[in-house]
Every structure is written in structure tokens, then in C-alpha cells.
């Protein structure tokens, strides 16, 4: 008998729950969804409803159909019907911004096209240096504390912040707002986080969204000004000098550019590479397989995007009546894409529960895939490479020390304290 096209409440429940994203709640969800319900339809209270996609076959189904999944007519990630509402009085639109995630064909090809080439490891060579610059000079500040660190705060957070704000060209200066409007944007749920602690009420919420993009967008319509005048060799200068069809790009378009590459650029990086040394702390022996095999550490990388899976869910809408699976989705349909439970299928990872360095293939989601598949993958790679390669050899020992906490956010997530002990070699 085929499942139930509804989910359980309580399950539905539990996929719109901030808090449930930060324990093992979520995992032990995906994990019944893609046993007993794998394609399903989330009815949460005030949300729309959406098809929950927990099977990595499924994941990259929909993804690379970028004719029939399309991005741009329903908002690109999970957003509450009154905030909906708000957010197309407010742009006619149903997203606030409108960057590369926000587009479809003929304009999704266009803007990418402008950077495209920049994120690719040929150019990106050219940053390896500057980039292990600031991996040791990470290093050198985990070190100052000397054998005990948060790990997020000391290092996960500034280390992939200063990386993108150097290739984009922020000033150091500038890097804490930054970080605060991103925090503001993506960690918006969690309490530590968000502008207002105590209101995370649909209008209120909207309303913080709202003026964190117009932070940013004040802010860039300056560096927009100074590239014009003055290009220099940073993405900034490709972005605000950039043109489609012969005209400079509108201004929402270029916030949104800056945005995406700014906010898309570090939170995840961090959470990822935050992910990694909690994985070593916790699984000495892969510590010491990566330790006594540096060419690891690859692999090390892809397998903590994997593992952490920063980035746990886009949404798409059918533009046509499908099939997927055995089910018909019907056009307009809203889906939500869950990497994290995709990169935990058993179908396709074999113990997808252990954390291994030498895994392979794998052919995690956690960059998505398709047409919009991540375009800062290889930039996120080469940091994460670039600092194991800079850290791990300075270290002789590595263990967890206190309680790892979670952000509470539907959206991007990762640790927001890591508090480890380690000694030095
Ligand atoms: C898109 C994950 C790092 C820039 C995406 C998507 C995911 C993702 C899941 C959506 C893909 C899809 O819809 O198929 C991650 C993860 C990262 C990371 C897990 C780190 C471990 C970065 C970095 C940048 C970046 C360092 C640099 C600027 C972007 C941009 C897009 C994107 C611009 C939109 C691409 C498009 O729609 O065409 N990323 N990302 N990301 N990412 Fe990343």
C-alpha cells in the first residue's frame, strides 16, 4: 500500500520547528520520512502546503528540471502565508530580494554568466595565497588561547568571513556589520541571534528582514559608486561594472547580487568547517587517519559539508503537472528540497550516520545541484582545504569540551559554540 499523501501533523510540525534543527529531532525525522513517507505533503499550521523531498534521487530529480521546478514564482525558502502576503505587498514579488537563487531562464543564465568565471578554480588559484594568509593567521589566534577554544567564535566564524569579504572587497572594517546583517538574515530565528529577541512574529519578523536588506543595500550602493570610479582586481568590481543586455544591472538586482555572494559566502563555510573539527573531536580515529594521511583532507572536506549539510532546504514550484516518484504533483505545487535527509540516504551512502574522510564517491547535495548548484563550491573547498592544511598538522590531540550547541534556524544552520580542548604538537 503506497503512503498516505499527507505527512502526520506532528511530523509536519516538527519540519517547520527552528528548535528541532539544532537537536536530533530533524534527523530522526528524514530518517521516518524516507523509511515510511519519503515523498509526502507538510500541511503546518500557517504555512502553505509543501511536498517534503527527503530522497536523494528525488532531490536531484527536481533540481536539475529547472524548466518544470522553477524558483522565482514561489518563494525560495520556507516562509509562513502572512509573511508571503507582506513580501509581495512590499516587492510584487514573493521574495524580498531577487538574486541568482530568485531567478529563473533567461535571466538565471545571464547573471550568472557575470561571475561565473570568477569562482572557478582557475581563477581562484590566483587568491590561494592571500587566502592561507588568513588561514594562519586564524590558526595563530586559535592558538593564543592555548589548549581551549570555542571553535565557532575564535574560528569557524571570522576565518571564511574575512576570505569572502577579501575577494569581494570589503574592508576589514567593515567585515563585524557584515557578519551581523548575515547572522540577521539566515540565524533570524534563532534567539541569539535575531535583531529582536522576544518577536519572532510573523510581522515583526518581516519587518527585521526588511531592514536588514536595506542595510545592505545602503551599504553597497556606496561600494557601487567607488568601483564605477575606480575598478580594482575584487568581485565587487565585476558585480557593480557588470552588464546585461548593455545596461548596468537595476539596483534591487545588484543588492541582491552583493547579498548573495556576502551572506551565501561565510555562514555556510563556517558551519561546515565547524562541523569538521566537531566530527574529529568526536571520532578520534578519523582524527588520526587525516592527521597521518594530509591527502585526506579533501575528502575531510566534502565529507563535513556532507556531514553538516549547512544549508538544509531550497523550494521549487512546478510549473506543469508531473510525476515524481509515484506521486502527481500538480502545477504550482511547492516543494522543499531537503539536502540534509538527501546526504543521509541510505539508498545511496553506505552508513550515511558514520563520518569518514575517505568516503568515496560522495555525492552529497549539500551544494545543491542543476542549474542553480552552488557557485562559491570550489571558494568553499579551497578555504576549508587551506586551513586543515594550516591546522591540523599543529595539533597532537583533539576532544570536545562542554556542550555543542545548535542555531535554531530552518534554513542555513550549523553550530553556534563548539567548545573543544586540544594540544599542540
Ligand atoms: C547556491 C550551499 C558556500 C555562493 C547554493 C545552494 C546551496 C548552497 C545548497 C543552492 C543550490 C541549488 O538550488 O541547487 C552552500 C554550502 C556552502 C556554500 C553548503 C559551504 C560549505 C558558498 C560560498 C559562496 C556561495 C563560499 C560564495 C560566494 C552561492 C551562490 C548561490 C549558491 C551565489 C546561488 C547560485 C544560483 O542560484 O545560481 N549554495 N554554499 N556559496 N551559493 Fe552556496
Redesign the pocket.
Given at each position: 500500500m503506497s503512503p498516505s499523501t499527507y505527512l502526520p501533523a506532528d511530523i509536519a510540525a516538527t519540519l517547520v520547528n527552528p528548535a528541532a534543527y539544532a537537536d536530533d529531532r530533524l534527523h530522526d525525522t528524514y530518517r521516518w520520512l524516507r523509511a515510511n513517507n519519503p515523498l509526502g505533503i507538510a500541511r503546518p499550521e500557517g504555512f502553505d502546503p509543501f511536498w517534503v523531498v527527503t530522497k536523494h534521487a528525488h532531490i536531484q530529480a527536481v533540481?536539475r528540471q529547472n524548466e518544470l521546478f522553477h524558483?522565482a514564482d514561489r518563494p525560495t525558502t520556507l516562509t509562513t502565508k502572512t509573511v508571503e502576503q507582506r513580501t509581495r505587498k512590499i516587492t510584487g514579488t514573493p521574495n524580498l530580494v531577487r538574486?541568482?537563487?530568485q531567478?529563473d531562464a533567461p535571466d538565471?543564465p545571464k547573471?550568472?554568466a557575470l561571475?561565473q568565471s570568477w569562482?572557478m578554480p582557475v581563477n581562484l588559484g590566483k587568491f590561494e595565497a592571500r587566502v592561507r594568509t588568513k588561514a594562519r593567521g586564524a590558526v595563530e589566534r586559535m592558538m593564543a588561547h592555548g589548549g581551549a577554544c570555542d571553535f565557532v567564535a575564535d574560528v569557524a566564524l571570522g576565518y571564511?568571513l574575512h576570505?569572502?569579504m577579501e575577494?569581494?572587497g570589503v574592508p576589514e572594517a567593515d567585515e563585524p556589520r557584515m557578519l551581523k546583517l548575515t547572522q540577521e538574515l539566515f540565524g533570524a530565528q534563532d534567539p541569539d541571534t535575531a535583531r529582536f529577541r522576544d518577536t519572532i512574529g510573523p510581522e515583526m519578523f518581516s519587518a527585521m528582514i526588511e531592514a536588514v536588506v536595506k542595510d545592505f543595500g545602503d551599504y553597497f550602493a556606496k561600494i557601487t559608486a567607488d568601483r564605477r570610479a575606480e575598478p580594482r582586481d575584487d568581485l565587487a568590481t565585476v558585480i557593480a561594472n557588470g552588464k546585461i543586455n548593455g545596461d548596468y544591472l537595476p539596483e534591487r538586482d545588484m543588492t541582491s547580487y552583493y547579498m548573495?555572494?556576502?551572506t551565501?559566502?561565510?555562514d555556510?563555510?563556517s558551519?561546515?568547517t565547524a562541523g569538521a573539527i566537531w566530527a574529529l573531536a568526536e571520532n578520534p580515529e578519523q582524527f588520526a587517519k587525516v592527521k597521518a594521511n594530509p591527502e585526506l583532507i579533501p575528502g575531510l572536506v566534502d565529507e563535513a559539508?556532507r556531514w553538516?549539510?549547512?544549508?538544509k532546504h531550497?523550494m521549487r514550484s512546478a510549473t506543469a503537472d508531473t510525476d515524481l516518484g509515484s506521486r502527481r504533483i500538480a502545477k504550482g505545487d511547492w516543494l522543499m528540497?531537503c539536502?540534509a535527509s538527501g546526504n543521509r540516504d541510505e539508498e545511496v551512502f553506505e552508513e550515511p550516520f558514520a563520518f569518514r574522510c575517505d568516503r568515496k564517491p560522495n555525492r552529497h547535495?549539500?551544494?545543491?545541484?542543476?542549474?542553480?548548484?552552488?557557485?562559491?563550491?570550489y571558494?568553499?573547498?579551497m578555504?576549508?582545504r587551506i586551513l586543515f592544511e594550516e591546522l591540523l598538522p599543529r595539533l597532537r590531540s583533539l576532544a570536545l569540551d562542554g556542550e555543542v550547541k545548535m542555531t535554531q534556524a530552518f534554513f542555513v544552520n550549523g553550530p553556534k559554540k563548539l567548545p573543544i580542548r586540544f594540544e599542540l604538537n
Amino acid at each position: 500500500m503506497s503512503p498516505s499523501t499527507y505527512l502526520p501533523a506532528d511530523i509536519a510540525a516538527t519540519l517547520v520547528n527552528p528548535a528541532a534543527y539544532a537537536d536530533d529531532r530533524l534527523h530522526d525525522t528524514y530518517r521516518w520520512l524516507r523509511a515510511n513517507n519519503p515523498l509526502g505533503i507538510a500541511r503546518p499550521e500557517g504555512f502553505d502546503p509543501f511536498w517534503v523531498v527527503t530522497k536523494h534521487a528525488h532531490i536531484q530529480a527536481v533540481s536539475r528540471q529547472n524548466e518544470l521546478f522553477h524558483n522565482a514564482d514561489r518563494p525560495t525558502t520556507l516562509t509562513t502565508k502572512t509573511v508571503e502576503q507582506r513580501t509581495r505587498k512590499i516587492t510584487g514579488t514573493p521574495n524580498l530580494v531577487r538574486s541568482l537563487v530568485q531567478m529563473d531562464a533567461p535571466d538565471h543564465p545571464k547573471y550568472r554568466a557575470l561571475t561565473q568565471s570568477w569562482f572557478m578554480p582557475v581563477n581562484l588559484g590566483k587568491f590561494e595565497a592571500r587566502v592561507r594568509t588568513k588561514a594562519r593567521g586564524a590558526v595563530e589566534r586559535m592558538m593564543a588561547h592555548g589548549g581551549a577554544c570555542d571553535f565557532v567564535a575564535d574560528v569557524a566564524l571570522g576565518y571564511p568571513l574575512h576570505v569572502i569579504m577579501e575577494i569581494l572587497g570589503v574592508p576589514e572594517a567593515d567585515e563585524p556589520r557584515m557578519l551581523k546583517l548575515t547572522q540577521e538574515l539566515f540565524g533570524a530565528q534563532d534567539p541569539d541571534t535575531a535583531r529582536f529577541r522576544d518577536t519572532i512574529g510573523p510581522e515583526m519578523f518581516s519587518a527585521m528582514i526588511e531592514a536588514v536588506v536595506k542595510d545592505f543595500g545602503d551599504y553597497f550602493a556606496k561600494i557601487t559608486a567607488d568601483r564605477r570610479a575606480e575598478p580594482r582586481d575584487d568581485l565587487a568590481t565585476v558585480i557593480a561594472n557588470g552588464k546585461i543586455n548593455g545596461d548596468y544591472l537595476p539596483e534591487r538586482d545588484m543588492t541582491s547580487y552583493y547579498m548573495i555572494v556576502a551572506t551565501a559566502g561565510h555562514d555556510t563555510t563556517s558551519s561546515s568547517t565547524a562541523g569538521a573539527i566537531w566530527a574529529l573531536a568526536e571520532n578520534p580515529e578519523q582524527f588520526a587517519k587525516v592527521k597521518a594521511n594530509p591527502e585526506l583532507i579533501p575528502g575531510l572536506v566534502d565529507e563535513a559539508i556532507r556531514w553538516m549539510t549547512p544549508v538544509k532546504h531550497f523550494m521549487r514550484s512546478a510549473t506543469a503537472d508531473t510525476d515524481l516518484g509515484s506521486r502527481r504533483i500538480a502545477k504550482g505545487d511547492w516543494l522543499m528540497l531537503c539536502y540534509a535527509s538527501g546526504n543521509r540516504d541510505e539508498e545511496v551512502f553506505e552508513e550515511p550516520f558514520a563520518f569518514r574522510c575517505d568516503r568515496k564517491p560522495n555525492r552529497h547535495v549539500a551544494f545543491g545541484y542543476g542549474a542553480h548548484l552552488c557557485l562559491g563550491q570550489y571558494l568553499a573547498k579551497m578555504e576549508m582545504r587551506i586551513l586543515f592544511e594550516e591546522l591540523l598538522p599543529r595539533l597532537r590531540s583533539l576532544a570536545l569540551d562542554g556542550e555543542v550547541k545548535m542555531t535554531q534556524a530552518f534554513f542555513v544552520n550549523g553550530p553556534k559554540k563548539l567548545p573543544i580542548r586540544f594540544e599542540l604538537n
